[in-house]
């Protein structure tokens, strides 16, 4: 397994509560706090943080002209429904 690049090391300030339910799942897992913290980051970017990526992709792509009108995307399915589309 190579090994992956790591940043500089960081600071943070952490409510108690959450610092001990970290604490207490690394020593479960025998793991050290870092690792619980990079396996809660991993999850959080792959489901809220993923989400707020795309929202901001999708409003630059509307700001910059590249998006569709709701109201003309409607009335093309009401014609692709209707059968007057090719």
């Known amino acids: 397994m190579s090994e992956?690049?790591?940043?500089?090391?960081?600071?943070?300030?952490?409510?108690l509560d959450v610092l001990a339910e970290i604490e207490q799942i690394?020593?479960?897992?025998?793991?050290?706090?870092?690792?619980?913290?990079?396996?809660a980051?991993?999850?959080?970017l792959a489901a809220e943080g993923r989400e707020i990526i795309e929202v901001a992709e999708a409003r630059r792509e509307i700001e910059s002209g590249h998006g569709h009108d709701l109201d003309d995307v409607l009335e093309e399915v009401d014609a692709i429904v209707n059968g007057a589309a090719a």
């Open 4 to 15: 992956r690049e790591l940043s500089n090391p960081i600071t943070m300030r952490l409510p």
């Open 26 to 39: 690394a020593e479960i897992c025998n793991r050290s706090r870092s690792w619980v913290f990079v396996r």
């Open 41 to 44: 980051l991993k999850s959080y």
